[in-house]
T-cell receptor, first 120, second 108 residues
């Protein structure tokens, strides 16, 4: 149980284009999903908390107009990197909480496999 | 704010025991997690401590002292597949904040 998928796994795009990354909870409903970014040999940095049916909550320093988050259903959240630039190249990982009781703690997160974004 | 410190890299020998330490300072503490992450992959859950003491799960154990802001992950009978990064992460309110991770190298 508690499986999270991401699509695509890898994407290469030209500078100035927009890229959409999907995060799905496959066997549970997730009212809350999280988006992280990880640069090489760095930690996972929380970008935003995605709440189903409401606006995402962004961490300090994260541009909400550049990283658009939509959580329109209980199983899907999307992150759109708008007008991507080479410095946006990174590993983007989503996670979700499973409120159905399968976690060791209410705040345990289950991670997707990540999306490697390369902006040329 | 929060601050999570763990060693950047460690090296150990196959079959041996290694302890990875983590110190943290945070408000709204809500448990401490350890995750394993292989290069290019997402983190996988190893352990969770919310009360002081030792939690044992097979070859892996995790310890927490809330008063000292200190945790460690103990790996026994090391195997080559244990070569990975180990992330100490602190639950803060409803979020999880990650440390920079410790890259563990296992020598045959």
């Amino acid at each position: 149980g508690a499986v999270v998928s991401q699509h695509p796994s890898r994407v290469i795009c030209k500078s100035g284009t927009s890229v959409k990354i999907e995060c799905r909870s496959l066997d549970f409903q997730a009212t809350t999903m999280f988006w992280y970014r990880q640069f090489p040999k760095q930690s996972l940095m929380l970008m935003a908390t995605s709440n189903e049916g409401s606006k995402a909550t962004y961490e300090q320093g994260v541009e909400k107009d550049k990283f658009l988050i939509n959580h329109a259903s209980l199983t899907l959240s999307t992150l759109t990197v708008t007008s991507a630039h080479p410095e946006d190249s990174s590993f983007y990982i989503c996670s979700a909480r499973d409120p159905s009781g399968g976690a060791v703690a209410y705040n345990e997160q289950f991670f997707g496999p990540g999306t490697r974004l390369t902006v040329l | 704010g929060q601050n999570i410190d763990q060693p950047t890299e460690m090296t150990a020998t196959e079959g041996a025991i290694v302890q990875i330490n983590c110190t943290y300072q945070t408000s709204g503490f809500n448990g401490l997690f350890w995750y394993q992450q292989h290069a290019g992959e997402a983190p996988t859950f190893l352990s969770y401590n919310v009360l002081d003491g030792l939690e044992e799960k097979g070859r892996f154990s995790s310890f927490l002292s809330r008063s000292k802001g200190y945790s460690y992950l103990l790996l026994k009978e090391l195997q080559m597949k244990d070569s990975a990064s180990y992330l100490c992460a602190v639950g803060r309110d409803d979020k999880i904040i990650f440390g920079k991770g410790t890259r563990l190298h296992i020598l045959p």
